[in-house]
Nanobody
Framework: VQLQASGGGLVQSGGSLRLSCVVSGFSLADFAIGWFRQAPGKEREEVACISSSNRDRYYAGSVKGRFTISRDNAKNTVYLQMNGLQPEDTATYYC????????????????????????WGQGTQVTVSS
């Protein structure tokens, strides 16, 4: 199982980025998946999660209304469109899922299992300048 995140970069405050996470080794269509981030000196936190059926999405309060998570099961890829970026969004962003917890249908609960998820991408750096 491999998750390959990409799309990070340096942007000015108010700018946009689109992150992608390509999954290989299993069919993403069967599992929920999420984006998480970790800023220097801080714990890793949930950002957004999307169910396998696409019916449920969860967003952390700090990104709601600015970020959009989506998935293309045919491409085994999940995306995170980030608009209105702020310096506090600066972090390394990771995509993650899990063969057991990934069958969860309630995304707030899935996202909350950040410490239980077993399959993580390598992370992509997002830096927002003020």
């Amino acid at each position: 199982v491999q998750l390959q995140a990409s799309g990070g970069g340096l942007v000015q405050s108010g700018g946009s980025l689109r992150l992608s996470c390509v999954v290989s080794g299993f069919s993403l269509a069967d599992f929920a998946i999420g984006w998480f981030r970790q800023a220097p000196g801080k714990e890793r936190e949930e950002v957004a999660c999307i169910s396998s059926s696409n019916r449920d999405r969860y967003y952390a309060g700090s990104v709601k209304g600015r970020f959009t998570i989506s998935r293309d099961n045919a491409k085994n890829t999940v995306y995170l469109q980030m608009n209105g970026l702020q310096p506090e969004d600066t972090a390394t962003y990771y995509c993650a899922t899990d063969p057991v917890y990934g069958i969860e249908s309630a995304m707030e609960r899935f996202c909350g299992r950040i410490k239980d998820l077993d399959a993580w991408g390598q992370g992509t750096q997002v830096t927002v300048s003020s």
